[in-house]
């Protein structure tokens, strides 16, 4: 069975910086895409960056320049490093293995509260 676990989230003023892990079992991790995602408070579920199984990324417009996604595939773990933090980035943010199923039908981790203060 899936198991996804995030971590690295926090408070942090506008224009900082964090890194968010996430820890991915169940799966055969070197061969799936991996995405993150967020979940702001009354919004839907947003994609904001995924890396193909070979390394390509792909970024929401919203996040471009300011987050970078990676993957580290002896460790099973996805990263999204985030700069530049705005108010706006204020979300829960979970990853996802890439698999094309609709959100409710897969398995999400707790996901990693990020907050950023103006």
């Known amino acids: 069975q899936v198991q996804l676990v995030e971590s690295g989230g926090g408070l942090v003023q506008a224009g900082g910086s964090l890194r968010l892990s996430c820890r991915a079992s169940?799966?055969?991790?070197?061969?799936?895409?991996m995405g993150w995602y967020r979940q702001a408070p009354g919004k839907q579920r947003q994609l904001v960056a995924t890396i193909s199984n070979l390394g390509m990324t792909n970024y929401a417009d919203s996040v471009k320049g300011r987050l970078t996604i990676s993957r580290d595939n002896a460790k099973n773990t996805v990263y999204l490093q985030m700069d530049s933090l705005k108010p706006e980035d204020t979300a829960v943010y979970y990853c996802?293995?890439?698999?094309?199923?609709?959100?409710?039908?897969?398995?999400w981790g707790q996901g990693t509260q990020v907050t950023v203060s103006s």
């Open positions: 996802n293995p890439e698999n094309g199923l609709g959100y409710d039908q897969r398995v």
């Open positions: 169940g799966i055969f991790f070197s061969i799936n895409a």
